[in-house]
């Protein structure tokens, strides 16, 4: 089992940044890759980008791509979505996922994720 523990929503304005964190624990020599996606009222939930757990390789949607980073410590398990240049569109619950099965690449797909955390709220005022 991997249990993940998001933390870092919040209320920001349009223009400003936020950075979400996602730390794991549990059987972390598990996980192969970390994603994250985020779901809007009204809408799928989308994914927004993902990590190899070991590598660190990261992948972005071309939705964020250029706005965010994501990035590892891995002494603490834990990875970090930064997101900048924040617009309304970007409000959301943002949620880790973490999969176990050894993909190719970072899966995209929300159904490919084993562990999920609880998701945290983003909201972009204007």
């Known amino acids: 089992q991997v249990q993940l523990e998001e933390s870092g929503g919040g209320l920001v304005q349009a223009g400003g940044s936020l950075r979400l964190s996602c730390a794991a624990s549990g059987r972390t020599n598990s996980i192969s890759y970390m994603g994250w996606f985020r779901q809007a009222p009204g809408k799928d939930r989308e994914f927004v980008g993902g990590?190899?757990?070991?590598?660190?390789?990261?992948w972005y949607a071309d939705s964020v791509r250029g706005r965010a980073t994501i990035s590892s410590d891995n002494a603490k398990n834990t990875k970090y979505l930064q997101m900048n240049s924040l617009n309304r569109e970007d409000t959301a619950v943002y949620y880790c996922a973490t999969a176990i099965v050894p993909y190719s690449s970072v899966p995209r797909l929300w159904t490919s994720y084993n562990y999920r955390g609880q998701g945290t709220q983003v909201t972009v005022s204007s």
């Open positions: 990590i190899s757990w070991s590598s660190n390789l990261v």
